[in-house]
């Protein structure tokens, strides 16, 4: 069974910095894109950001270009998503997920989920 374990969440102030981590095996890593996306209160599930499984192609939702970054780190077989000047808005679930990621993203191409860690924006 793929595992894909979040890690990373946590409260903070507006316009503050988290760094999320998804860690998953190495072939893992080296088979799927990896994405992440988010789900606040009452709101549907969302795509956030995805890279594909040779790091060469990303994509981002635009409500957080220049804010967030994904990046792989091969040394420690995560998938991490650097997320800077956080808003409130930003406070949500956040969920690792494994597929194909496109330069369109990763919409209807998700295999697989991870448990999910929250993400609290607040003063």
């Known amino acids: 069974?793929?595992?894909?374990?979040?890690?990373?969440?946590?409260?903070?102030?507006?316009?503050?910095?988290?760094?999320?981590?998804?860690?998953?095996?190495?072939?893992?890593?080296?088979?799927?894109?990896?994405?992440?996306?988010?789900?606040?209160?009452?709101?549907?599930?969302?795509?956030?950001?995805?890279?594909?499984?040779?790091?060469?192609?990303?994509?981002?939702?635009?409500?957080?270009?220049?804010?967030?970054?994904?990046s792989k780190d091969n040394a420690k077989n995560t998938v991490d998503l650097q997320m800077n000047s956080l808003k409130p808005e930003d406070t949500a679930v956040y969920y690792c997920a494994a597929g194909l990621c496109y330069r369109s993203g990763m919409d209807g191409f998700v295999d697989f989920w991870g448990q999910g860690t929250q993400v609290t924006v607040s003063s």
Do not use: H, M
């Open 1 to 70: 069974q793929l595992q894909l374990v979040e890690s990373g969440g946590g409260l903070v102030q507006p316009g503050g910095s988290l760094r999320l981590s998804c860690a998953a095996s190495r072939s893992t890593l080296d088979f799927y894109g990896i994405g992440w996306f988010r789900q606040a209160p009452g709101k549907e599930r969302e795509a956030v950001a995805c890279i594909n499984n040779n790091g060469a192609a990303t994509n981002y939702a635009d409500s957080v270009k220049g804010r967030f970054t994904i």
